[in-house]
C-alpha cells in the first residue's frame, strides 16, 4: 500500500533539477527555517562506509531496545513504503505524523531549490526532535561530508563501516576519495570505530583521526569478532565477548555485528548489559539483506524444491561478501540468479566474484526505474564473463523459467539492486 504521503512526496522530488546534488548550503537555510531541529535531537550515533550500515543499525537498534532505550533511526533509501526511512522502535513512523512533517517542511522551503532527500532529512529531524527518546540512529545517504545528515555538530559517536566502490561519479574514482567523503562525518574529539577497511580508505581514517583528536577503534588492531562454532566472538577492550550467532545470514554480518557490539559498549550511561547484547543480536531484523522468502508468487513459480532468498546489494564489495556467503547457504546445490540493476552501477565488478559459483543468470530491467539497466544488455554482460545467461520480461518469468529449465532444484537468489528488492517484497514474506 502506498504511503499517503506519496502526493506531497512527489511534489517535492520536484524542487531541484538534480535527484543528487552534494550540498549542505540548502538544508542549512531550511533547518534555519524550522528553527534547528538538528540541534533538539537526542545522543546521536552517525554511520557513514559502502556496505554494512543498515545491517550495523539494526543490529544496534535491537541491542539497545533489548536493554529497555527508545530509539530512533533514519535510513535510506526504503523498499515498499517511505515511511520505513523514519523508524521509531523499530517501527516506521505513522502516517499523520509523516504527512505534518513533509507539508510544515514543504511550507518552510516555499518553491527554492532544494533535492529530494534533503528536504526529507529535514522532516526527519523535525519528527525526531518531537520525539521522547534515548538515541537517534542515523545513517547517511551518500558520501558524508556533504551529506545532509552531516548537519548534526556533535554526534556521541561516529562509525564507518567497509567502503569499496560506489557513486564514483559522486564521491571519486578510488577508494582513498571515497573514503575521504565518509570520513566527513568525523568530528573533533568524537570517537569513531572503523569497521573492516582496505588499507588506503584506513590510512585516510588514521590521518583524519590525527586532526581532528578523535580517538579511533580499528578493526583488527583494537576489536575483532570471528565465528567459532555457533557462537559470535568480539574481541574488545582486551576482554573476549561469548554471545550468540548474529540472526542476519552471512559471513559478512560477523564483522557488521562486531561492530555493533563495540558502538553499544562505548555509549557510556546507554551501554547496554551483556545479556541485553546477546539478545539483540538474535532479535535484529533488516529485510533484502540475504533474506529467505517463504510465500509469494515466484515462491509457487518455482515450485517444491526450491529456496528462494533476496538481497540488495549492488556494488562490487556487496559481490564480494554474497560470494563468500553463498555456498554455506547453498550446502553443495545450484544456485541461479535472478539480477536486475541501475545503469549507474558496475554490473561486470558485482557478477566477476559470483561466476564461480553460479549455474545460471536470469536478467530483468528493474521496473520503474528511468536509470534501469536493459535486461538484454545485462544478459550480455553475464555471457561475457562466461555465465549461462538469458534476458526475462519479468521476476515472475525469471522465476518460470528457473523452475522450467533447471535441475535439480537449488538455491534462487534474487540481486542487484534495492529498488528491485523492494518490488519483490511488495508481494513475498
Known sequence: MASPAEPILRRLAELHPKRIDLSLGRIERLLARLDHPERRLPPVVHIAGT??????????DAILQAAGLRTLRYISPHLVRFNERILIQGEPV?????????EACERANGAEPITFFEITTAAAFSIFAETPADILLLETGMGGRLDATNTVERPRLVLISPVSMDHEAFLGNTIA?????KAGIMKRSVPAILGPQRPEALAVFETR?????????????????RREGDRLLVRDEGETLELPLPSLPGVHQIDNAGLAVVAARRLADLAPSPAAIARGLVE?????RLQRLGAGPMVDALGPGFELWLDGGHNPGAGEVLAASLPALARGRPVHLILGMLATKDLEAFLRPLVPLVASLRTVTVPGEP???????????????????????SLLAAARAVATAERPPGLVLVCGS???????LREHR
Open 51 to 60: 556496505n554494512g550500515k543498515g545491517s550495523t543499525l539494526a543490529f544496534l
Open 94 to 102: 505513522d502516517d499523520a505524523r509523516l504527512v505534518a512533517a513533509l
Open 177 to 181: 576519495a571515497i573514503a575521504s567523503e
Open 209 to 225: 583521526a590525527r586532526e581532528l583528536g578523535c580517538p579511533l577503534l580499528v578493526h583488527g588492531r583494537d576489536w575483532w569478532a
Open 284 to 288: 535484529a531484523r533488516w529485510p533484502a
Open 371 to 393: 536509470a534501469a539497466r536493459d535486461a538484454g544488455e545485462e544478459a550480455e554482460i553475464g555471457r561475457r564473463l562466461g555465465l549461462r545467461a538469458e534476458p526475462a520480461p
Open 418 to 424: 534495492l529498488y528491485l528488492a523492494g518490488h519483490v
